[in-house]
């Protein structure tokens, strides 16, 4: 039998050999695919109900706390007041409900407050069901429940409330476990994403956005416009809290080769760079106008909360990779990928510059790999629209064959709005790989070896990689099998040294139950 190190080679050589000589070379490429499965998170738009009368409210007024709105800047929309006095839940004042009981606690700020949101500790896990239920002065319907699964290393963010007044409730089945935990930060937000504003001050924005910008609405005349609505509609507004203030910046949801529907989400590493921060991330879905020209919010933005798992992340391209611990409401796009990116492709940013409703901006690729700082990113100069704080993390897109992501706003110089740096995808898709690619792999792979144990024996120790590769041996029957991200196809080498196209990875998916559409 041949050396197993030399048969490898040539496995990988043949492969290329073959690609090169009679089929299209392409780059890693992944299609969109609508949202189809349900969240398991309760919907901010369904209408919950506060369980207790509310005639005892245990009330803290903070009018007398102001925020130095000149420290608001960028992509900040907020800061963090830390309690004199914490509220323990012991102090609330309970009363018996079905099930359980309930208290209510109310955060009363000034009118330079916009929203409010609260945090509460845990010294241990509690042994009785806990749930909370938010509402600002602002809000239609009380938000939730968040339950005991939303906390994350003894603490929790609930979710963000509109209105310079808030109150939470908390419900439990035991009253002797509520000595445990409390309320002792207040997350004061000062820049009013509700408000409605004056279309004609920039004709095409919300009037958040500081230069001329163009919702997504606005394209409805271009030849991309329903690849742009895709777009859209993987695109979230994200808001977190970094060192004591509340910031905002823009990301994007992706699909995986299996079409699994896991949560995949990537923004910039200098918007969320270690887990403490992804844990208070929520999400602004929908976020868009139903008009061009108008203020009005779509009725189907929707929020999730809960934050997420960050997975990777890494400075020198600016990227982090999460996992969303709740799923994104129904309508979204769980955005396809291609690693092909060249000087001269004309892309598209979507993205919420200053936290404005999702705007579209277009330029094309000047430059690849330039040298920004430590970071080494991609150059694309607009000529329409531009991005702007808040926008950090935003998607770049290619509309050619279909919409497709290909990486991460970073920024741009502060003297000119029309150059911007982006972080270019096929240079860390190797990274992101084990969650992209390889379950889906594994999973046809092991399929296979059920379905063709005489070309594919024994069952494989391991899948192995040797990018754009990613392959199995077989000893008893001396073969491979073995995907190409170049095509997206997979091959089969056997003993005779024939290569064999076997067809494109989506269909065997499909074939092998690993594709979940």
């Known amino acids: 039998m041949k050396n197993h190190k030399i048969f490898n080679q040539f496995f990988l050589f043949a492969i290329l ?59 900040k929309t907020g800061t963090v007041l830390t309690l004199d006095s914490p509220i323990s839940a012991s102090l609330l004042h309970w009363e018996p409900v079905k099930e359980g009981y309930v208290a209510r606690y109310r955060i009363t700020a000034n009118d330079q407050i916009k929203r409010l949101r609260f945090h509460l500790t845990f010294q241990k896990t509690p042994q009785s ?20 699964a939303a906390i994350n290393q003894d603490s929790v963010w609930l979710p963000i409330t509109n209105g310079n007044s808030a109150d939470l409730e908390i419900f439990v089945t035991d009253l002797s476990d509520t000595s445990y935990f409390k309320i002792d930060l207040i997350n004061l937000i000062v820049v009013d994403l509700g408000k409605e504003k004056d279309s004609l001050t920039l004709t095409k924005s919300l009037g958040l956005a500081e230069n001329e910008q163009y919702d997504v609405s606005c394209w409805f005349d271009d030849i991309d416009y329903f690849e742009l609505v895709k777009a859209a509609s993987s695109t979230a507004l994200i808001s977190f809290i970094k060192q004591g203030n509340s910031y905002m910046c823009t990301g994007t949801l992706l699909t995986d080769l299996g079409y699994t529907f896991t949560p995949w989400f990537v923004t910039a590493n200098h918007c969320i760079s270690d887990q403490s921060m992804a844990n208070t991330a929520e999400f602004d879905w929908h976020y868009k106008t139903i008009l061009c020209g108008n203020s009005y919010t779509s009725a189907m933005h929707e929020k999730t909360f809960g934050g997420a798992e960050l997975l990777w992340n890494d400075f020198t391209v600016d990227v982090s990779f999460l996992k969303l611990r709740n799923p994104p409401p129904s309508g979204t796009i769980y955005m396809g990928w291609n690693t092909d990116l060249e000087i001269g492709d004309s892309v598209w940013v979507v993205h919420h510059p200053q936290g404005d409703h999702t705007m579209v901006s277009h330029g094309k690729i000047t430059e690849l790999f330039r040298p920004v700082g430590d970071h080494i990113l991609d150059v694309v100069v607009y000529d329409v629209g531009s991005t702007e704080r808040g926008s950090s993390g935003a998607g770049l897109f290619t509309t050619k064959n279909g919409i497709r992501w290909k990486g991460t706003l970073f920024g741009g110089p502060k003297d000119d709005i029309k150059i911007d740096y982006y972080s270019h995808f096929g240079s860390y898709f190797g990274a992101l790989k084990q969650w992209l690619v390889d379950p889906a792999l594994n999973c046809l792979f092991n399929w296979g070896e059920n379905q063709f144990p005489h070309l594919l024996s024994p069952h494989s120790t391991g899948t192995l990689e040797s990018y754009p590769y990613t392959y199995r041996y077989y000893v008893n029957t001396d073969s491979y099998l073995g995907y190409s991200s170049v095509n997206d196809h997979l ?27």
Not at 27 to 53: C, P, R, Y
Not at 129 to 148: H, Q
Not at 504 to 511: A, Q, R, S, T
Request: net charge positive.
């Open 17 to 75: 050999c073959f690609l090169c000589g009679v089929a299209p070379v392409k780059a890693a490429s992944v299609e969109s695919k609508s949202n189809t499965m349900t969240s398991q998170q309760k919907s901010t738009k369904d209408l919950a109900i506060f369980l207790g009368s509310g005639n005892k409210i245990f009330n803290t007024n903070i009018s007398n706390i102001t925020v130095d709105l000149n420290e608001i800047t960028g992509n």
């Open 491 to 517: 091959y089969y080498l056997g003993r005779d040294g024939k290569l064999l196209d076997v067809g494109h990875v989506n269909d065997w998916l499909n074939k092998a139950g690993c594709n979940r559409t």
């Open 129 to 148: 069901a806990i749930r909370f239920l938010v509402k600002g002065s602002l809000d239609n319907s009380p938000i939730g429940p968040i339950d005991y």
